[in-house]
């Protein structure tokens, strides 16, 4: 394997820029794209990825995970974000995965990332991983929730491509892992989640209302299974279900 490492000052969107790439063309899996300025940077669900030009390590990365069935694809999301969490763990601790996928410093947002998989049949033909991580920006937008980046926890700048250069390490690792052992990255996973340890506040937008759960598990389609006080098990899809913070 030998991935192509394309850094590009300006574009729409790295994972856009990366889906078109592998259709004109074989694109060694591992390869990546990085933008020091995203015009239509995306994030899960729609929502627009926001990041200072040149602060801040915004990147899509390809794999072709033939292995891994349509059913079980929410792995490849568990990976990616297992590989963050370790790359900004070499910084700082307290570094949480609220379900599905954002990567959170205490109570604060540190990373987003949105997941493409392109299927064919019942296995997955290619994954993009697009990823945005908050390193050098010290000021965020009003209308962010909770922003932050590793200056502002640490005090200093820091390499954007050193945090680069480990989530590629760690990913590499982890995607060899799910090739024989998905159940233990699972584990990992589990024991990564942000508020994972005991009650806490939730709102269910199925019902409309604000309960109190602890989260069971996570299942391996990406459903996540919360206790309520009384007892009840609910299980939600992503979006079905907020944090209250």
């Avoid at 995306?42 to 069935?69: C, D, I």
């Avoid at 949480?96 to 604060?108: A, C, E, L, M, T």
């Avoid at 945090?163 to 799910?178: K, M, N, P, T, W």
């Amino acid at each position: 394997m030998n991935p192509i490492i394309r850094h590009l000052e300006e574009t729409t969107s790295t994972n856009t820029y990366l889906q078109e790439w592998i259709v004109k063309e074989e694109v060694p899996e591992g390869s990546v794209v990085t933008a020091r300025i995203q015009t239509q940077g995306r994030g899960q669900a729609g929502n627009k990825w926001s990041a200072e030009q040149g602060k801040n390590l915004t990147f899509s990365m390809v794999l072709y995970p033939t292995f891994v069935a349509a059913n079980e694809q929410f792995i490849i999301s568990q990976i990616t974000a297992l590989a963050v969490k370790e790359a900004l763990s070499r910084y700082v601790s307290d570094i949480s995965i609220k379900w599905p996928n954002d990567i959170y410093y205490r109570d604060q947002k540190i990373t987003g990332i949105l997941i493409e998989n392109n299927l064919t049949e019942r296995v997955i033909s290619s994954s993009i991983l697009g990823i945005g991580i908050n390193i050098n920006q010290q000021e965020f937008p009003d209308y962010l929730p909770n922003p932050v980046s590793l200056i502002q926890i640490i005090g200093k700048e820091v390499s954007i491509q050193e945090v680069l250069d480990l989530f590629v390490a760690h990913i590499g690792r982890y995607y060899e892992q799910i090739r024989a052992d998905k159940e233990s990255v699972r584990i990992q996973y589990f024991d990564s989640l942000y508020r994972n340890d005991g009650l806490y506040a939730f709102y269910d937008m199925l019902r409309k209302e604000e309960i109190r759960g602890s989260i069971l598990s996570v299942e391996p389609n990406g459903i996540l299974r919360l206790q309520k006080e009384d007892g009840e098990i609910r299980s939600y899809w992503f979006k079905e279900v907020q944090y209250i913070l």
